[in-house]
């Protein structure tokens, strides 16, 4: 007798989700489900960008899945600190990673290009954290994409904008 490929599925759903699947993504364990949560994508990781992309991180109803800065790693930004595109992946996974029982959480995608962040259907809110000259265009391409957008003001450099 062959197994058809509903049957399997069918087989797996029964006797294997329960230990497969997590209960905090079912929405157990004090954890929204993850089809409650609003996926973030954070455009900007330097001074402001890291603060808004921590506020977002202890915010249970969001994930931040996704960070775009054009600079991977550098100091330089306030107080001497160091930012960019892998601090601010190492921020976010080492916040998730706190919540699992592995201890370990590896999703965080980088990007350099923002448009490779509002091109991604998963993602419904952009953290625009530019500096001040560079906040129109990713807000106005994020507003065509049909993002949610949080960006810190000003949002342009002229009134045109």
């Known amino acids: 007798m062959s197994l058809s490929r509903r049957r399997f599925?069918?087989?797996?759903?029964?006797?294997?989700?329960?230990?497969?699947?997590?209960?905090?993504?079912?929405?157990?364990?004090?954890?929204?489900?993850a089809s409650e949560r609003i996926r973030v994508g954070a455009i900007g990781c330097g001074n402001m960008g890291l603060g808004d992309i921590r506020s977002f991180l202890n915010d249970p109803r969001a994930q931040v899945v996704a960070v775009c800065h054009v600079n991977t790693e550098s100091g330089g930004y306030w107080n001497g600190g160091v930012a960019g595109r892998e601090p601010a992946k190492r921020m976010v996974e080492t916040k998730y990673a706190e919540e699992k029982k592995s201890g370990t959480y590896k999703g965080c995608d980088t990007y350099v290009d923002f448009r490779e962040i509002l091109a991604r259907?998963?993602?419904?809110?952009?953290?625009?954290?530019?500096?001040?000259?560079?906040?129109?265009?990713?807000?106005?391409?994020?507003?065509?994409?049909?993002?949610?957008?949080?960006?810190?003001?000003?949002?342009s450099l002229t009134i045109a904008e």
């Not at 759903?13 to 489900?33: E, M």
């Not at 000259?133 to 000003?154: F, L, S, T």
């Open 9 to 33: 599925l069918a087989g797996a759903a029964a006797l294997g989700v329960p230990a497969i699947v997590p209960a905090a993504a079912l929405g157990r364990g004090g954890r929204l489900a």
């Open 121 to 155: 259907k998963d993602i419904d809110v952009v953290i625009v954290s530019t500096p001040d000259h560079w906040h129109a265009i990713p807000v106005v391409e994020a507003a065509k994409a049909g993002k949610d957008i949080y960006c810190q003001k000003p949002l």
